[in-house]
């Protein structure tokens, strides 16, 4: 099994920065892409931006310039920082990572519990 935990979600004016957090256990050989989504009411769940095992990002349109994705390979984690936030952004974030769990495995999309943040106007 492996666990996606997220953290540091919240409740912030909009023009203010959150940071969000994600870490991985369990059993797990390696991570391939490591990314963040967010599902706001009524819409489906959409990529924010993703990073590759050797640093390569890929970023919404809505979030380019303002949204940075980060990966610590060697705790298995993956940070979102947000800056310049606005209402738009509220939503439910999610972490999503892809594991395998020996050298000849395949990998699977595995996905934390999300975390709540709110952007207000």
């Known amino acids: 099994q492996v666990q996606l935990v997220e953290s540091g979600g919240g409740y912030v004016q909009a023009g203010g920065s959150l940071r969000l957090s994600c870490a991985a256990s369990?059993?797990?050989?390696?991570?391939?892409?490591m990314g963040w989504y967010r599902q706001a009411p009524g819409k489906q769940r959409e990529l924010v931006a993703r990073?590759?095992?050797?640093?390569?990002?890929n970023y919404a349109d809505s979030v380019k310039g303002r949204f940075t994705i980060s990966r610590d390979n060697a705790r298995n984690t993956v940070s979102l920082q947000m800056n310049s936030l606005k209402p738009e952004d509220t939503a439910v974030y999610y972490c999503?990572?892809?594991?395998?769990?020996?050298?000849?495995?395949?990998?699977?999309?595995?996905w934390g519990q999300g975390t709540q943040v709110t952007v207000s106007s």
């Open positions: 369990g059993i797990i050989f390696r991570i391939n892409d």
């Open positions: 999503n990572a892809d594991v395998s769990k020996c050298s000849r495995c395949s990998y699977y999309s595995n």
């Open positions: 990073i590759s095992d050797v640093g390569s990002t």
